[in-house]
């Protein structure tokens, strides 16, 4: 198998993982104070 083969699957996993999270993380609903915190930082950089 070519190495280029190899990085694109792992590329699609870590996605699909960052998928799941981020459905996860909406689903909730509310925000803690940290969470809003950190959107906060993470929107203004």
Avoid: H, P
């Amino acid at each position: 198998m070519r190495e280029s083969d190899i990085r694109w699957k792992q590329r699609f996993s870590n996605y699909k993982k960052a998928l799941a999270q981020l459905t996860k993380f909406i689903e909730k609903g509310e925000l803690n104070e940290l969470e809003e915190q950190e959107v906060i930082a993470v929107g203004s950089s």
